[in-house]
């Protein structure tokens, strides 16, 4: 199984609701990443998980909050979001260690914040 | 100046065509990743090379460490190969990617 799944697909919001994303990968990988993608232009790194410990935040709101209950599963909370937060958030995962290795990218979920 | 640079940005090639994508990178890495995204989709990892040449069916990805760049090439294109093609430096413990601002590739039929 390569497969990173994501849920949902699609999510409307408003800026006062608080909902989640959720990633899911039964590959093994012990390093999960989080990217935010706006249209015509390359992903950007938000967040990476190292055996379930967050060891990057690339300066992100505190109104996105990342959590990785198991090796398995990463969660992306949002609060308070702002329209201009509506983009493509893709979650990926890899293998971690001193050798370099392919990341998998689920296929994202598209947010627009109202 | 971008720590990795692609070119072109924008490419429209008749089907059967040749096709090169560029990619420059300032950064030290670990390895140099070639991704391609379909229009409203998720991202595929094609290639993952540190030194030399990879194949995979019609596309090949070459690095060049010392001149800190790297190609890829489409043999006999197709209109399937319409994307956008992201290169991206990798480097560290946690294999974070520092991503090029993609080439999208039209291939008409």
């Known amino acids: 199984d390569t497969e990173v799944t994501q849920t949902p697909k699609h999510l409307v919001m408003g800026m006062t609701n608080k909902k989640s994303l959720k990633c899911e990968q039964h590959?093994?990988?012990?390093?999960m990443y989080w990217y935010k993608q706006k249209a015509k232009k390359p992903p950007e790194l938000m967040f990476v998980?190292?055996?379930?410990?967050?060891?990057i935040n690339e300066s992100v709101p505190s109104r996105f909050s990342p959590e990785c209950p198991n090796s398995s599963l990463l969660n992306l909370h949002l609060h308070a979001l702002q329209p201009e937060d509506s983009a493509l958030y893709l979650c990926?995962?890899?293998?971690?260690?001193?050798?370099?290795?392919?990341?998998?990218f689920g296929p994202g979920t598209r947010l627009t914040v109202l | 100046k971008n720590e990795v640079e692609q070119s072109p940005q924008n490419l429209t090639a008749q089907e059967g065509e040749f096709i090169t994508i560029n990619c420059s990178y300032s950064?030290?890495?670990?390895?140099l990743h070639w991704l391609q995204q379909h229009p409203g989709g998720g991202i595929v990892s094609l290639f993952m090379?540190?030194?030399g040449k990879k194949k995979h069916g019609r596309l090949i990805a070459t690095i060049n460490i010392q001149e800190k760049h790297s190609s890829l090439h489409i043999t006999a294109s197709h209109p399937r190969d319409s994307a956008v093609y992201i290169c991206?430096?990798?480097?560290?413990?946690?294999?974070?990617?520092?991503f090029g601002t993609g080439t999208l590739l039209a291939v008409q039929p």
């Open positions: 990926a995962s890899s293998h971690t260690g001193p050798t370099p290795d392919t990341q998998y």
């Open positions: 590959m093994g990988h012990r390093a």
């Open positions: 998980y190292s055996y379930e410990k967050l060891s």
């Open positions: 950064v030290g890495i670990s390895a």
């Open positions: 090379l540190s030194s």
């Open positions: 991206a430096a990798g480097g560290g413990a946690t294999n974070k990617l520092i």
